[in-house]
């Protein structure tokens, strides 16, 4: 089995959602002050770093899916 792949993605998922928590965080803030603009420009962020979990996500499936095929 890829473990050290899945490791990696694991890692990179922790990453991300750190980062989405972040900007969770920074959007509140943002929106609390009355600044729609920065709120909105954090949430096409929080947008974009969610697909990439998706994305991690999906690739850890695939390798396990694959791996248990293999069974």
């Given amino acids: 089995m890829g473990f050290g792949k899945l490791e990696k993605l694991g ?3 922790r990453e991300a959602g750190h980062k989405r ?3 969770v965080e920074q959007i ?3 929106v609390n002050q009355g600044d729609s603009q920065a ?3 954090l949430y096409q962020e929080l ?3 969610s697909d990439q979990a998706i994305d991690i996500i999906e690739r850890q499936k695939e390798i396990v899916d694959s791996e248990l095929g293999k069974m």
Avoid: G, T
């Fill in 21 to 23: 928590r972040q900007l």
């Fill in 11 to 13: 890692d990179d998922l």
């Fill in 47 to 49: 947008k974009d770093v």
């Fill in 39 to 41: 709120s909105q420009q």
């Fill in 28 to 30: 509140y803030e943002e």
